[in-house]
């Protein structure tokens, strides 16, 4: 059933950051963490999932975390009973339904977390901008790989809108308001969320291309085959002679890419590589930094410290 496959899909692991900072941002106020707040902060794993489940849709991703992603998952369930009709476009029709009733839960969860309606109102306010920011980056993301361009400056909103905002900020506001936070506090929260946001696409971007499939449980060669307009793309262009320049403007994007097209594709990014790497962690240096304030309770302060460096410089 539906059920049944978006719960392999929660089932099949992550990171689960999206919770923990929800969680971490409640506990900032310095109100100690209840049901209620783990209630909530699930909301926020449901809603990634239904991003990554149409994620995969729309680059045609057949793994994710190792494990089948949901529209290989029924296109096979479709040939293994013996349906009627083209197994792919019912895995496909499936996957986009499974990843919009994960987006139904998530609104539901959250509406039915526990807290009385003065919490709930700011934080599903926060919740509905955070919302429509995912959707508007990965419109973006679809568009410049389609348009085959996306400078530097663009290239970063995206990496910002598309996930560095859901993965961070919007989590940790939403548990602070949650809990009711001073103004001071919601800003420290930017502070540190808004770069470290940035920092998690931007390496999530560098493992997309280097990244080991054993380890990251994605294929490596979907961004390349996808034309996936990154900061990485952006300044390997950028920094090319004119043949490789050329090479890249002309075969990023291509589903047929060969594999020694694909094996020359990292070796132009490797250019860029090593600038892309010395930002993700002058982001993360910049979001620690923001944890220097007295509007924070030092415990949250502390981990959210510790989980700077986890997110920049993850191999998964």
């Given at each position: 059933t539906i059920f049944e496959e978006l719960e392999r899909v929660i089932s099949s692991g992550g990171k689960r950051l999206r919770p923990v900072f929800c969680c971490l941002g409640y506990r900032s106020t310095g109100a100690e963490i209840e049901e209620r707040t783990i209630r909530a902060a699930a909301a926020l794993e449901l809603l990634h999932t239904f991003a990554i489940v149409h994620d995969d849709v729309m680059d045609r991703s057949r793994s994710r975390r190792g494990?089948?992603?949901s529209w290989v998952q029924l296109a096979e369930l479709h040939g293994s009973q013996g349906m009627l009709g083209d197994a792919q476009q019912w895995g496909v029709s499936g996957a986009v339904l499974v990843g919009d009733l994960a987006l139904v839960l998530a609104g539901r969860a959250l509406h039915q977390a526990g807290f009385p309606p003065s919490r709930i109102a700011p934080a599903l306010e926060r919740y509905d901008r955070m919302r429509a920011e995912v959707v508007i980056g990965q419109y973006?993301?679809?568009?410049a790989a389609h348009r085959g361009s996306a400078d530097e400056a663009?290239?970063?909103?995206?990496?910002?809108?598309?996930?560095?905002?859901y993965t961070v900020e919007g989590p940790l506001h939403i548990g602070a308001l949650l809990a009711?936070?001073?103004e001071e506090l919601m800003e420290s929260l930017s502070a540190y969320g808004v770069p470290?946001?940035?920092?998690?696409?931007?390496r999530d971007d560098v493992l997309g291309v280097f990244g080991?499939?054993?380890?990251?449980?994605?294929?490596?060669?979907s961004d390349l085959r996808e034309g996936k307009r990154t900061l990485l793309v952006a300044r390997a262009i950028a920094a090319s002679g004119p043949d490789d320049r050329a090479f890249l403007k002309a075969r990023l994007g291509r589903p047929d890419l060969e594999e020694e097209e694909l094996e020359r594709a990292r070796t132009i990014l490797q250019s860029a590589r090593g600038s892309v790497v010395a930002l993700i962690e002058d982001l993360a240096a910049a979001a620690r930094a923001a944890l220097r304030t007295d509007a924070m309770h030092p415990e949250a302060a502390g981990l959210l410290d510790e989980l700077s460096g986890l997110v920049a410089s993850r191999d998964l």
């Open positions: 494990s089948p992603a973006l993301d679809v568009l663009e290239a970063r909103r995206i990496a910002v809108l598309k996930s560095g905002g009711g936070p001073s470290l946001g940035e920092a998690f696409q931007l080991d499939p054993a380890v990251t449980g994605k294929d490596r060669d």
